[in-house]
């Protein structure tokens, strides 16, 4: 062997037994030994979140559920458990490798892993994949809107009986065969979305919270809803290179809505963990009480100002340029989140390969005030500033108003309404809703999600629409179009979007103002803490000091 | 007696129904968002959104939707099991209301009972001290700091209570609010009561402290209390006797309905304070999200209280005071 | 013996008698008996001077914050700065930056200036709140819509339910019977949910139905909705008092005149409750004022950005660990507020009416 291929195997070698220690103290009972630097297993994990919206895998769409589902509910695809950007990469989740694609793009194969078993002990079946799908349509989820591309599912939307032909599962083989009705290039992303982590066949379209039985590292045990959860191991999973097992033997969730209360209990010791939005006026004197994180991009997100293009003023571009102009995005972060946020003027988050900065309206409120006169709009018409009663949105929504006053309108009122019916009410096409706040939190990690569901003219709904500036535009709806079937995001088509992006912003149907970074806060006695870019704090490989 | 009864029943009967109409009618009239699409989520398909109204009868006139809620209203409490869409579920998170008021009534109970018994207790003391050395320095101590409780808000009561004792000390005497489970742990469940007990009390002991002193104060003009005296009885046994037990009839009817109300979710500032995930914080929850399952359920139990506790009070006025006779 | 606060031995009467030299006491109307009555509770009549004092103070909201705070009720002055004892103070200071060399955010608590007592030329005396603006100026037109409202629906609901009760008083019959059922309706209703369902209701797309037009911000929505839920606490007594009237000789002697029933009910009838309607109205002011309070701390009642003390108090909360004074100073208005009518209440109730208490019926 020659001196270099002798150290690449005895780096191997090294790199071997480092794992295998690893997985051991992984798999070892409390206080066991391991290579790493003095850390122990966490035993039970006391986190605090706020709030929940299901713990059902069809249903579940905050990022807080995903928080817990992803290490509960595996998908054939999924993500990896690691920091940086490698953790947007797709690898095979239920699936033994990725799928094989067919060359038109409409065909995915896939086969299952072997002996896979749900936490009850029960095979998982590869047609258990197909009811999941069925499932979210029965159950009306929020989820459905994402696959409709599978042939046959627009059909089973509407009828809710029969089958869906573009799903064909065999169960000896254990191979599943997915029919698009035209290419995606998202097809992979989507099908890593909770909503089609296999379930039992069987399984009622009720909602299940925390009955169904798991397939990931960890089954739910417990739930009392708005009180807490209680995840502990699943002891029929099997880890993989991609899905290992967790640090943590029990992981017991707090739900608990005041951020004070919450970041006290760290503080005090009787938490370990929690994601709560600590007040801008403490954050320093908390943060030196334990250990703070702060991570821009799960979920990644734009904050941003919607300017109704088809209800006055805000049909004239240079109204909407100017307001680009008028806001002073460096001040609206310490307004409203006290700096945790990062101005942007993009549309996406900068998470994106595809994202280029752009810096098409540096503030200027007299540019604002000149275009403003320009445009020759009447300045004393009325203006309804709309928010959500949410106190960042109630403290965007003010300053807002106090902007559109200095830039020379006369008459602005805002109307802020109730959380739950903020977004129905602004994507309701009566409203003629002029503008507003809004934020985008993504979906999945693919351009589509944000500009086909917010940007683009043939998906606008007259009601429970995203497209809140009603934005129409042919030239770029042909271009979204265009890109839309690119399978891989490779650097032409990647420039192919930041173009468009550029494009969208010189119409300015948006003012986006703020890319906001969540505090992740532990307590001091917290070690090995990583942070996935999709999923936030990845708690399966927290350990103790 | 009989016919009082069945009288009361009928009573009741009417004014849930009424109270329920009520609610309904509020939410189905006044334009608060359509439930199907807020249901949808945030990508919706026209057909979701179609399924949903047709799963869950919003395309129904409003007569039928009426009807159907009250149905499931009706289920959720009769034992058996039903399928989701019939029983009560709420709007915005789907579980089933009538479970959520189940899981509500431990730390409203724990609340309610527990500050009923130390208002009423302390409003009689403190009724029956200040009615006795009417005038003097402790009668003027004890109103005005009865006034005092009285014109405080209780929200905020809470929030000075919380700070100095369980939140600004390094360290708190009392918990930072939450609720724990009484089988779980007496003391603690005892610790985390204490302050909110305290705050929910205050008000009323003031009210009937006040109401207390004032009845008795009449009745110790009365002609029959002169003639007690007269008569020879000993001052205390003329208070305790006479005195007490006729003034403390309208403490009875305000207390049966002040009960009544909190315990159907009217403890809604003291429960969101601090943080006791009863049924007047869900009540508060679902109001603020516009949800009307919930709303409805919510107000069905707490009429239901208040109604039969009314009853319950009327029926030991005629005990207490021979003159009255149940009608 | 010592004057007691709110309490008058049984012989005033008497006491007065002996103070008048010239006037018989004979012939006096009961309302100045009151007033004499009144006049000698020290502890009451400061009361209502607090009261009055806050309810001025209040209304001359507008003139402090252009005189005094040069500031509105909603500006927000953020990137601004204020001069205190000479030295230049950022109004909203410190907060957390990124910084672009390093690629890591840079983290600082957010600092607010804090009460200036004057040493700021009258700007942010009791200092800022946490989006930049003037809490004194806040807190004096929140306490004007808080007293706005109080005030409004308690004459509203002592208009409604005077009527309610006059009616059924004097007719009796099934009118007394429908509007006994009505007011044990809205006593057995959980009053405080229905305000809170109805003001978020409402706060969607307001009101406009016959011929109403009320906007979603409007005060209009807290007032009409606080304004029922003590209706039957008027009625009933009332109500009571009425019946009991309506036995005595002059409603005889008036039904026999022919007088029609309206002029019986406004002529006769009413002066003989204006005692106790005047001292339920004060109460009811109380009560309502908390009741706002209530409300616009759970988010239902008057709503942001516009100021209120219960909203005031429950935005304050948040930064309660480091500007405690954001969140008490609103609550001890209240307290004040309220407590200065309940003692003018219990004075007024004394002097009109100092042997028969009047009970609280049910």
């Known amino acids: 062997m020659t001196g270099k291929r002798r150290w690449t195997w005895l780096l191997g070698v090294l790199a071997m037994a480092a794992g295998f220690s690893m997985m051991i103290a992984a798999y070892g009972a409390a206080g066991t030994k391991t290579k790493t630097t003095s850390t122990k297993p966490v035993g039970t994990l006391r986190a605090v979140l706020d709030t929940i919206d299901y713990l059902d895998p069809q249903q579940a769409y905050t990022a807080q559920s995903f928080w817990a589902m992803w290490d509960v509910y595996t998908t054939l695809v999924t993500y990896r458990h690691v920091d940086g950007p490698n953790g947007f990469k797709i690898v095979p989740g239920l699936a033994a490798s990725l799928p094989t694609v067919s060359a038109n793009g409409r065909v995915y194969k896939f086969k299952l892993r072997k002996g896979l078993r749900y936490s009850n002990g029960k095979p998982v079946k590869a047609s258990d994949f197909k009811y999941a799908i069925k499932r979210e349509f029965l159950s009306t989820g929020q989820g459905v809107g994402f696959y409709t591309g599978i042939v046959g599912a627009k059909k089973f939307s509407k009828s809710l009986k029969g089958d869906i032909p573009g799903i064909k599962a065999n169960n000896p083989k254990r191979t599943i065969t997915i029919r698009l009705v035209s290419p995606r290039g998202d097809f992979l992303t989507i099908l890593a979305l909770g909503f089609a982590a296999p379930v039992p066949t069987g399984t009622p379209p009720a909602i299940q919270n925390g009955n169904i039985p798991s397939t990931g590292p960890y089954r739910i045990s417990n739930y009392d809803p708005n009180r807490s959860f209680t995840m502990v191991r699943n002891k029929y999973f099997k880890p993989t290179k991609f899905v290992p097992r967790g640090g943590p033997n029990r992981v017991e969730v707090s739900l608990i809505g005041d951020a004070n209360s919450a970041v006290q209990k760290v503080i005090d010791g009787q938490a370990d963990y929690t994601n709560a939005a600590i007040p801008p006026d403490r954050i320093a004197s908390v943060k030196s009480k334990g250990t703070l994180f702060l991570h821009p991009t799960a979920p990644a997100n734009t904050y941003y100002i919607w300017m109704n293009t088809t209800v006055a003023p805000f049909t004239n571009v240079k109204v909407r340029q100017a307001v680009n102009y008028a806001l002073d995005r460096k001040e609206m972060q310490r307004i409203v989140w006290g700096g945790l946020g990062r101005a942007t003027q993009n549309v996406l988050p900068s998470t994106y390969p595809s994202y280029r900065k752009l810096n098409l309206y540096p503030h200027s409120m007299s540019k604002a005030r000149q275009l403003l006169n320009q445009s020759g709009v009447n300045k004393s018409q009325k203006i309804t500033v709309w928010a959500r009663a949410v106190s960042d949105s109630e403290a965007v929504a003010t300053y807002y108003q106090g902007v559109l006053k200095s830039m020379g309108f006369t008459n602005v009122v805002l109307n802020i309404l109730p959380r739950t019916t903020y977004y129905t009410t602004i994507g309701n096409v009566n409203t003629k809703a002029q503008t507003g706040w809004a934020r985008w939190l993504e979906d999945y990690p693919h351009p589509l999600d944000w500009f086909e569901v917010l940007l683009y003219g043939p998906r606008i709904t007259a009601q429970d629409g995203n497209n809140y500036a009603y934005f129409d535009n042919k030239k770029i709806n042909k271009e979204i179009e265009a890109v839309r079937k690119a399978p891989v995001l490779t650097p032409a088509v990647n420039a192919k979007w930041a173009k468009i992006e550029k494009q969208i912003m010189q119409q300015a149907p948006w003012a986006p103002w703020s890319n906001r970074v969540w505090p992740e806060f532990f307590s001091k006695k917290m070690s090995c803490i990583h942070v996935q870019p999709l999923f936030g704090v990845d708690w399966l490989r927290l350990c103790k000091k | 007696m009989t016919a009082f009864v069945i009288r009361r029943l009928i009573g009741m009967v009417a004014v849930l129904f009424m109270v329920s109409l009520l609610v309904f009618v509020v939410f189905i009239l006044v334009p608060g968002g359509d439930p199907a699409e807020r249901m949808a989520g945030k990508n919706p398909l026209p057909a979701n959104i179609a399924n949903i109204r047709k799963k869950w009868g919003f395309d129904q006139p409003f007569y039928v939707q009426y009807a159907r809620m009250m149905q499931k209203a009706l289920n959720g409490i009769l034992p058996g099991r039903h399928g989701e869409y019939d029983i009560l579920t709420s709007f915005q998170n789907r579980q089933d209301v009538v479970k959520e008021i189940q899981r509500g009534l431990p730390a409203t109970f724990s609340l309610c009972i527990g500050a009923g018994i130390i208002w009423l207790f302390f409003g009689i003391v403190v009724g029956v001290i200040s009615a006795v050395t009417a005038g003097r320095w402790s009668d003027r101590l004890i109103t005005t700091f009865a006034l005092i409780g009285i014109s405080m808000p209780v929200f905020f009561l809470g929030i000075v209570l919380r700070y100095f004792l369980a939140e600004k000390p390094a360290h708190p005497i009392f918990p930072d609010g939450g609720y724990v489970p009484l089988t779980k742990d007496p003391t603690q469940w005892a610790f985390h009561l204490v302050l909110p007990w305290f705050c929910l009390s205050v008000l009323f002991i003031g009210f009937y402290g006040r109401v207390l002193r004032s009845n008795m104060l009449d009745v110790m003009n009365e002609e029959y209390v002169r003639t007690a005296r007269a008569k020879g009885l000993s001052s205390q046994r003329v208070l305790l006797r006479h005195v007490l037990r006729n003034s403390l009839i309208p403490i009875v009817s305000l207390f049966g309905l002040d009960f009544a109300a909190v315990l159907g979710g009217g403890a809604i500032l003291t429960e969101t304070v601090f943080d006791l995930k009863g049924v007047g914080w869900y009540a508060a929850q679902s109001v603020g999200d516009l949800d009307l399952p919930p709303i409805m359920g919510v107000t069905l139990y707490g009429s239901f209280f208040i109604v039969v506790f009314s009853a319950l009070v009327d029926f030991l006025y005629a005990f207490l005071d021979p003159r009255i006779r149940p009608t | ?362």
């Open chain 3, 1 to 362: 013996m010592a004057e007691p606060a709110t309490e008058f031995p049984l012989d005033s009467a008497a006491v007065l008698a002996a103070e008048e030299h010239e006037v018989p006491i004979a012939g006096r109307s009961p309302w100045y008996l009151a007033w004499r009555r009144l006049r000698r509770n020290y502890v009451a009549l400061f009361s209502l001077g607090v009261f009055l004092l806050i309810v001025i103070a209040c209304a001359l909201a507008p003139v402090y914050a252009d005189y005094v705070a040069h500031s509105g009720p909603n500006d927000q002055h953020t990137g601004e700065q204020v001069r205190v004892n000479g030295h230049l103070r950022p109004i909203v200071g410190g907060g957390s930056y990124f910084d672009e060399k390093t690629g890591k955010f840079v983290i600082r608590d957010l600092v607010v200036v804090g009460p200036t007592w004057w040493h700021a030329g009258g700007r942010y005396v009791l200092g800022s709140d946490i989006l930049g603006r003037d809490v004194a100026v806040r807190l004096l037109y929140g306490g004007l819509n808080s007293l706005k409202i109080g005030i409004g629906s308690a004459l509203i609901c002592t208009v409604l339910a005077v009527t309610l009760a006059l009616l059924a008083g004097y007719y009796g019959g099934w009118a007394d019977w429908i509007i006994t059922r009505f007011f044990d309706l809205i006593w057995a209703f959980p009053v405080l949910l229905l305000a809170i369902a109805l003001a978020s209701a409402l706060a969607v797309n307001g009101f406009h139905h016959f011929g109403i037009n009320i906007e979603p911000g409007s005060l209009w929505i807290p007032t009409l909705v606080i304004s029922y839920v003590l209706i039957p606490y008027i009625g009933r007594p009332v109500r009571g008092q009425v019946l009991s009237l309506r036995e005595k000789e002059f409603m005889e002697a008036a039904i026999g005149q022919g007088a029609r029933p309206l002029r019986i009910m406004f002529s006769d009838l009413l002066p003989n409750v204006a005692s106790t309607i005047l001292v339920f109205f004060t109460l009811i002011i109380a009560t309502n004022i908390l009741t706002e309070a209530g409300l616009s701390f759970l988010g239902a009642g008057v709503r942001p950005p516009n100021p209120s003390w219960g909203n005031l108090i429950s935005s304050g909360q948040d930064q309660i660990h480091t500007a405690p004074w954001l969140a008490f100073i609103p609550g001890i208005a209240i307290v004040l507020t309220v407590l200065s009518l309940n003692i003018f209440g219990d004075g007024l109730r004394d002097a009109l009416d100092p042997r028969a208490k009047v009970r609280m019926e049910h």
